[in-house]
């Protein structure tokens, strides 16, 4: 018989590579390495006057540069970067700029925190379906224990844990746990509300 353990909580799992955007060790790729500010100037004289758009080791990125979005990390364009890379199709978008307040993705504001619910490690939709199957194929016959934040994970599970405040609470299948009025029951129905919001421009 297989036991799963469900403790709603975050895991970390090393399933292959992680991806740059759900590891928190990456914070940057290919860039210069920090340096204090500053800006060359031909002269002693230019310096001290701080003729800064003057000086000939000074270049403004501002203006309008070439702009591509996209909605998931998996439709970015990867060679965008080389010499010659067709952007004639991208949109073009002022510099500096929001790109949220141009129409693109869905404006944010917030003081501190991330203004959603951060997910770590999340799978790619296109993975996910292989990573449930090889779940299920491993604890074939056995008696597993998993600590899991994602419900596809434990709601085939012969046995279901609910653990809250270090104590069992509930226990059973998922189905019977969702004919009890507990935790187990209430979180997924705010699981399954939070699925079909939506967000509309006004």
Known sequence: MRCLLFVFMLMRVAAGAQNDWENLDVLQRNRMRSHAFYIPFDNREQALVWDVEN????????????????????DRPMDFYKVGYDVRKWDNIEVPSNWELKGY???????????F???WPNVDPENE?????????????????MIAHRLKTVRHADQILVVDKGRIVQRGTHDELMKQDGIYRRFISG??????WKLSHI
Not at 105 to 115: A, D, N
Not at 191 to 196: D, K, W
Request: aromatic share 10%.
């Open 129 to 145: 379906q292989e990573l449930m199957e090889a779940i299920q194929k491993l604890t074939q016959e056995k008696t597993v224990i």
């Open 117 to 119: 619910k951060a997910k």
């Open 105 to 115: 993705g869905v404006p944010i504001y917030v003081e501190t925190g991330f203004g």
């Open 191 to 196: 699981r399954e509300q939070a699925v079909g």
């Open 55 to 74: 000086s000939s080791r000074y270049l403004s990125l501002n203006g309008v540069w070439k702009f591509k979005w996209v909605s998931k990390p998996a």
